[in-house]
T-cell receptor, first 112, second 113 residues
Framework: QQQVKQSPQSLIVQKGGISIINCAYENTAFDYFPWYQQFPGKGPALLIAIRPDVSEKKEGRFTISFNKSAKQFSLHIMDSQPGDSATYFCAASRGGGFKTIFGAGTRLFVKA | NAGVTQTPKFQVLKTGQSMTLQCAQDMNHEYMSWYRQDPGMGLRLIHYSVGAGITDQGEVPNGYNVSRSTTEDFPLRLLSAAPSQTSVYFC????????????FGNGTRLTVT
């Protein structure tokens, strides 16, 4: 039983378009929600993260939207570029982040 | 800086064989963990450690053992490999401060035949 459900499994976006990846969670004790980006042959790396006391966080072209009542959060990539082509994982943790639980991942391909 | 180093990068085992996946970090991080990555399943936590001498189970611990004798090293042992353990294994570390990011190694691709 996945504690963090992620969709879609794969996504193709035109260059300059908006990429949107969605995640939902069940455990209301989660208090930290990071997104990780993974390129082929590499380990994941932190992209952006949010706490549930804010509804949105923006860093450059990347924005997390958070809906606490719906227990959902999403990653928006504005002006998507071919270099953004990677696998994206949403995640959740509680109590300081010692047990970080990941979603199933979304493979993003940005067409030039 | 080397960061998190995993060895080997690739390994093929026969069913029933044992092996140890090595993980070392040079960032003096207190917390280390092991994940396995499978298609459609994402990253699943196997075991983790919050400091030398302290380990605990994650989501999928069966078939794996760990120990943490030093801050730097966190090896993962497969005592009797099974085909279901074919996966890509990632080691990660993080500082002890609240919500500090995970730093991942580049993975070990393991195939069990």
């Amino acid at each position: 039983q996945q504690q963090v459900k992620q969709s879609p499994q794969s996504l193709i976006v035109q260059k300059g378009g908006i990429s949107i990846i969605n995640c939902a969670y069940e455990n209301t004790a989660f208090d930290y929600f990071p997104w990780y980006q993974q390129f082929p042959g590499k380990g994941p790396a932190l992209l952006i993260a949010i706490r549930p006391d804010v509804s949105e966080k923006k860093e450059g072209r990347f924005t997390i939207s958070f809906n606490k009542s719906a227990k959902q959060f999403s990653l928006h990539i504005m002006d998507s570029q071919p270099g953004d082509s990677a696998t994206y994982f949403c995640a959740a943790s509680r109590g300081g982040g010692f047990k970080t639980i990941f979603g199933a991942g979304t493979r993003l391909f940005v067409k030039a | 800086n080397a960061g998190v180093t995993q060895t080997p990068k690739f390994q093929v085992l026969k069913t029933g064989q044992s092996m140890t996946l090595q993980c070392a970090q040079d960032m003096n991080h207190e917390y280390m963990s092991w994940y396995r990555q499978d298609p459609g399943m994402g990253l699943r936590l196997i075991h983790y450690s919050v400091g030398a001498g302290i380990t605990d189970q994650g989501e999928v611990p069966n078939g794996y053992n760990v120990s943490r004798s030093t801050t730097e090293d966190f090896p993962l042992r497969l005592l009797s490999a099974a085909p279901s353990q074919t996966s890509v294994y990632f080691c990660a570390s993080r500082a002890g401060t609240v919500n500090s990011p995970l730093h991942f190694g580049n993975g070990t691709r393991l195939t069990v035949t």
